[in-house]
């Protein structure tokens, strides 16, 4: 019998809806408004890069332009509504998600003392108990704060000294929890001080089997269709193995349904997709052009988002050798269900200007005046989010090809 065939268009109608980029950016961005649209995304990541806004802002702007960071960090550190923790990368996730956290614990906790000693060539293990002693004494504490007496290098990014990285062994194994952040630095608490005790109590934590079984159904509920593999990878928790069992388990009961999903050159792909996934009952696409984060979780899977938008996200191009075709970090623009360009932006603060250095309209988007009306109107939005009183463009700043 042939699969049920879900078309380009109908994909990325889907594929948008479920990450709440389908319908127009508006609606309220704080409290429990803004924890739905979290709970919607399953966890929003976290990173440093603050050239514009932090990758975080970025995302929950993007689909709500009334959202400010202070929301975000009203809901982690005033009402306990989210936690961080590590879904492929640096995350903030729903509280009520933390119970099925108990499985990424235990795996992290396996995995990463073997992988931190060979990264850290030290004994941070040693550490653990000197740590936990100084944060029940003190209260919370950032790495800044702990292994004063400790070899401090500037060897780069993973070159920490052992209480740094007993800190964060400790907070990947659930022994401590993130409480807040300072210039972007975690500060660590004992996890028995931040978390209700219903959500970590062992004797109420969902057993391996249902977490495996939450984690897939919530990451196709999240997705619309999927493959195993990238059922998998939405949470980085369920392994290849567990997720392509949880598949054909599923299949065979009848709760999910194999069909092909058409790529934009025409190819195909199976995925799994819930009975009569229907693509009318997700909204058209607004027109409304808007910029997102290069982290956006509809674009973290680089080569999905050329199958899917045949928008080819990558730093470098290799013709012949390795060269920058575009910034470092270029924002894409989205435009009812295509990617349409990418713009090479930063945030001037002293002066308090917007400075766009480039735009590049994909290769078959016609570039008309209509389209610079949107794009300006969205850029004082994006203008008036960081804090910004203007905008200024580089010379020959729009990149449209002859």
Do not use: M
């Given at each position: 019998m042939a699969l049920k065939r879900l078309e380009n268009r109908a994909a990325r109608r889907v594929f948008l809806d479920r990450h709440?980029?389908?319908?127009?950016?508006?609606?309220?961005?704080?409290?429990?408004?803004?924890?739905?649209?979290?709970?919607r995304l399953g966890?929003?990541?976290?990173?440093?890069?603050?050239?514009?806004?932090r990758a975080h802002d970025m995302i929950l702007f993007s689909r709500r332009p009334s959202y400010r960071p202070r929301a975000l960090e009203r809901l982690h550190q005033a009402d306990r509504a989210v936690f961080e923790h590590w879904t492929h990368d640096a995350a903030v996730i729903p509280m009520r998600f933390y119970p099925h956290w108990q499985l990424r614990f235990r795996r992290d906790a396996d995995q990463l003392k073997t992988r931190y000693a060979d990264w850290h060539k030290n004994?941070?293990?040693?550490?653990?108990?000197?740590?936990?002693?100084?944060?029940?004494?003190h209260g919370p504490v950032s790495s800044s704060d702990v292994g004063t007496d400790e070899r401090r290098s500037s060897g780069g990014w993973w070159d920490w000294h052992p209480s740094k990285t007993a800190l964060e062994y400790l907070w990947?194994?659930?022994?401590?929890?993130?409480?807040?952040?300072?210039?972007?630095?975690?500060?660590y608490d004992l996890t028995e001080r931040v978390i209700e005790a219903s959500l970590c109590d062992p004797a109420r934590c969902p057993d391996p089997a249902e977490t495996i079984d939450w984690k897939c159904n919530?990451?196709?509920?999240r997705l619309g269709f999927a493959t195993s593999g990238e059922i998998a990878a939405f949470w980085a928790t369920v392994t290849p193995a567990e997720a392509k069992a949880w598949c054909a388990a599923e299949r065979a009961a009848g709760r999910i349904e194999e069909i092909e999903v058409e790529s934009v050159d025409g190819s195909l792909r199976r995925s799994f997709a819930r009975p009569g996934l229907d693509p009318a009952q997700s909204p058209e696409p607004t027109g409304r052009i808007r910029?997102?984060?290069?982290?956006?979780?509809?674009?973290?899977?680089?080569?999905?988002?050329?199958?899917?938008?045949?928008?080819?996200?990558?730093?470098?191009?290799?013709?012949?050798?390795?060269?920058r075709k575009y910034g470092y970090y270029v924002l894409p623009l989205m435009e009812r269900d295509r990617l349409i360009g990418r713009i090479d932006m930063k945030a001037e603060r002293e002066a308090g200007v917007l400075a766009v250095r480039a735009m590049w309209p994909e290769a078959d988007i016609r570039w008309s005046q209509a389209r610079t009306r949107r794009l300006m109107a969205e850029l004082e939005r994006?203008?008036?989010?960081?804090?910004?009183?203007?905008?200024?463009?580089?010379?020959d700043w729009l990149r449209v090809s002859a």
């Open positions: 709440a980029l389908a319908e127009a950016p508006q609606g309220p961005a704080t409290g429990p408004d803004l924890l739905d649209l979290i709970e966890f929003v990541q976290l990173d440093s890069i603050n050239t514009l806004a004994d941070f293990h040693t550490r653990f108990d000197d740590v936990l002693a100084h944060i029940r004494d990947r194994a659930g022994a401590l929890t993130v409480v807040g952040r300072e210039n972007f630095q975690k500060r919530a990451a196709l509920d910029v997102l984060s290069p982290f956006d979780p509809a674009l973290r899977d680089r080569r999905r988002a050329e199958r899917l938008f045949g928008f080819h996200y990558r730093i470098e191009v290799f013709t012949p050798a390795p060269q994006v203008a008036r989010f960081a804090g910004l009183d203007d905008i200024r463009f580089d010379k």
